[in-house]
């Protein structure tokens, strides 16, 4: 069983910084991606940000040029910084893992969420 464990959520006033972190831990073999999800209230759950193992990133067109993902893959650890927020950036947060379970065997694995709220 694999656990994802966030920190770092809270209240923001627009224009301030935060930053996630989500630890995973448990029985695997390795980490493929990391990533980061959002869902605000009545919306669907958007892709924020992910990393892969090697490194290579990718952002929401939303998020691009304030949000950083980065990774420890020695600590199983990804985070997002999060700078010059919005109160549109307003959600819960979700990390994600594409983890590799067994030889051949992947499975996604997901966080409890935690809750960004960015005020005006």
């Known amino acids: 069983q694999v656990q994802l464990v966030e920190s770092g959520g809270g209240l923001a006033q627009a224009g301030a910084s935060l930053r996630l972190s989500c630890a995973a831990s448990g029985s695997f073999v390795s980490i493929n991606i990391m990533g980061w999800y959002r869902q605000a209230p009545g919306k669907q759950r958007e892709l924020v940000a992910f990393i892969s193992r090697g490194g290579s990133t990718n952002y929401a067109d939303s998020v691009k040029g304030r949000f950083t993902i980065s990774g420890d893959n020695a600590k199983n650890t990804v985070y997002l910084q999060m700078n010059s927020l919005k109160p549109e950036d307003t959600a819960v947060y979700y990390c994600?893992?594409?983890?590799?379970?067994?030889?051949?065997?992947?499975?996604?694995?997901w966080g409890q969420g935690t809750q960004v709220t960015v005020s005006s």
């Open positions: 994600q893992a594409d983890v590799v379970v067994a030889f051949i065997m992947n499975r996604d694995y």
